[in-house]
């Protein structure tokens, strides 16, 4: 039996276009490790993106590795970074942060954002402890948008977060992982320049947005960072890709028409789809998703009707024994599938 997935948003391969492009310059000599004009055009286009002419941008292949390498440079040895519970760097990374030496300092997640006045709490009662010269400091504030639970920050929220930082001098790390799937969400008051101008460091995901793998890393302000030795950091993280144009090409693409919108838009809209067809069979959610995950909460025969033919992620189980789980749109994902979908939900 045919088995329909809905368990990521980077299942496909990458979109036509790009495919395209890089069939078209394969033949192409370029020189290495992004020092190439498809790596400059696609840097001058996300410039352009954000109103950021002097931005410095980075291209790397995926969001672990991009996570552990902004962080890796940009803490001292002694340093942590604060995310919530739920937070990327927290749950589903492997240690990979605590491997280079910094530990992920936790507060709690409301729906997968981070607090700004319990950020404040926090460093006001760190600050306030006599022995914390014996604690691991905190040096940075990581959020992702869209967060782990598909909900974004309003533009409000995340300048009281920015705020926060600068008040106990903090930088500001956004995850942008499915950055797409969140600005054009029914939720967002933000374009691509807010965000640059409310961080010190975000990256924008083309992995989980059409792009065969890649992610580029954007310094809004590189004056008020030390990127001196950044790229040296990233070779030591392995992520220096030699045939660095790959990378360049996709962003190219991604950027020079807006398909990196259209993209995210399809996936969004696809989930308000299936959302629809929950709500109308009356099944919950565990929360509230204006992106393209979204977590309905399955009773146990209800899960094992669906994954006869659709695969999706078991997020957590309840103390009633019902099933939170997650189905995930992409670029890619197809009317038909949609529709088998729907059809199998409105008969539970």
């Known amino acids: 039996m045919r088995m329909i997935k809905f368990e990521t948003d980077y299942q496909e391969g990458a979109s036509p276009e790009i495919l395209a492009r890089l069939a078209s310059t394969n033949l192409e000599q370029t020189s290495g490790y992004g020092n190439d004009p498809h790596c400059s055009r696609a840097k001058d286009l996300i410039r352009r993106e954000i109103g950021r002419p002097d931005a410095a941008i980075y291209f790397m292949a995926g969001g672990t590795q991009t996570n552990t390498t ?66 691991v400091q905190p040096g940075m504030v990581y959020v992702s948008y869209s967060s782990e639970y598909g909900t974004v920050y309003t533009k409000s929220h995340l300048a009281e977060i920015k705020r926060a930082c600068e008040d106990y001098g903090l930088k500001l790390f956004v995850d942008g992982a499915r950055l797409g799937a969140g600005l054009v969400s029914s939720g967002a008051d933000m374009a691509m320049n807010d965000i640059a101008g409310l961080c010190d460091v975000f990256y924008i995901g083309g992995t989980k947005n059409g792009a065969l793998l890649g992610e580029a890393v954007v310094f809004p302000n590189p004056e008020s960072v030390n990127l001196k030795q950044f790229t040296t950091i990233i070779k030591q993280q392995g992520g220096l890709l030699a045939k660095g144009r790959l990378l360049g090409i996709q962003f190219e693409v991604l950027f020079e028409d807006g398909l990196f919108y259209r993209n995210a838009e399809h996936a969004n809209i696809q989930a308000m789809k299936i959302k629809r067809a929950f709500i109308e069979r009356n099944i919950p959610f565990l929360i509230d998703s204006p992106t393209n995950q979204q977590f309905p909460i399955l009773t146990r025969q209800q899960h094992e009707t669906l994954s006869e033919k659709f695969s999706y992620e078991t997020w957590q189980p309840l103390d009633d024994g019902r099933l939170a789980v997650r189905f995930c749109t992409s670029w890619a994902t197809t009317d038909d599938n949609i529709n088998e979908l729907i059809q199998e939900i409105q008969q539970l």
Do not use: Q, W
């Not at 739920?86 to 990374?93: D, S, Y």
């Not at 709690?108 to 926090?122: F, Q, V």
């Open 70 to 135: 902004v962080i890796k440079h940009l803490l001292t040895p002694c340093e942590g970074v604060i995310a919530v519970s739920t937070g990327h760097i927290n749950v589903h990374e492997s240690g990979a942060i605590e491997s280079t030496g910094h530990k992920v300092l936790t507060l709690p997640s409301h729906d997968g954002l981070l607090c700004a006045e319990e950020l404040r709490s926090y460093m006001e009662a760190f600050n306030a402890d006599p022995t914390n010269e014996h604690m």
